[in-house]
């Protein structure tokens, strides 16, 4: 029996068929999961030429690319879990993902929870910024 590898964002097709076409540029994310799952197999790849490009121009943390590199190496990602989401279907402009993401960093698994904004621009989804419910 062939063992089909999982991606690293949890579909049950290889990364090379998956995520992997989005990090390559050979396909834009056509939903905000998608997108959203594509960063984190960007962070298991540690491509952070690809996690920059996916954020929001406005929010793109270009002068922190170099800590973030340097934090992504440093870290073995486990799991991505996707909670929720909100609108960011093919025909919207804006949505939300609620995600759990867990690493291991210096030996101790850690867990990332967060409700993310995803937004279109220039008809790409992109990634804005966490969502803080008292902006
Ligand atoms: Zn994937």
Redesign the pocket.
Known sequence: MRKIKN???G?LKP?EE??GLILKGDKEASTAEELM?SRY?AFVKADVDYLMKSYHSTTRPLSEKKEIKVWVDSVIWLHLQILSTNKGGVSDIEGTVVFKASFLEEGDVKVISENSIFEKEKGKWRYLKEYEPNE
């Open positions: 991606c690293f964002c579909r990364f998956c995520c799952r197999s």
